[in-house]
């Protein structure tokens, strides 16, 4: 069973940035992903990547502002935050996809069979 722990939330001014990490332990996986969730809406997806060669994927609503990267060594994906909007509120999940559902439809949690506890991410003046 994968288990993932995130960390590296917070408040941050709006323009301002944050490194979200999310260390795995367990089995081995086939990639991994960030979604946020904000109450009463279904989980939004954020990025992917891909545990072997590291190709990555985002959503229109970060594209260029956001990054996703692994330490293959250190088991931890990693998401770093630029240029943070009001919008990007919310409570960030990482995810672990220990097969290859999510290249089908990375978009769908429910090609997700791990999940962390989630950490909250505050951007405000």
């Known amino acids: 069973q994968v288990q993932l722990v995130e960390s590296g939330g917070g408040l941050v001014q709006p323009g301002g940035s944050l490194r979200l990490s999310c260390e795995a332990s367990g089995r081995t996986f086939g990639s991994m992903g960030w979604f946020r969730q904000v109450p009463g809406k279904d989980k939004e997806f954020v990025t992917r990547?891909?545990?072997?060669?590291?190709?990555?994927f985002y959503s229109d609503s970060v594209k260029g502002r956001f990054t996703i990267s692994r330490d293959i060594s250190k088991n931890t994906v990693y998401l770093y935050m630029n240029n943070l909007k009001p919008e990007d509120t919310a409570v960030y999940h990482c995810?672990?996809?220990?097969?290859?559902?999510?290249?089908?439809?990375?978009?769908?949690?429910?090609?997700?069979?791990?999940w962390g506890q989630g950490t909250q991410v505050t951007v405000s003046s």
């Open positions: 995810a672990a996809d220990s097969g290859f559902r999510s290249a089908v439809n990375p978009e769908l949690p429910a090609n997700y069979d791990a």
């Open positions: 990547i891909t545990w072997g060669r590291g190709v990555a």
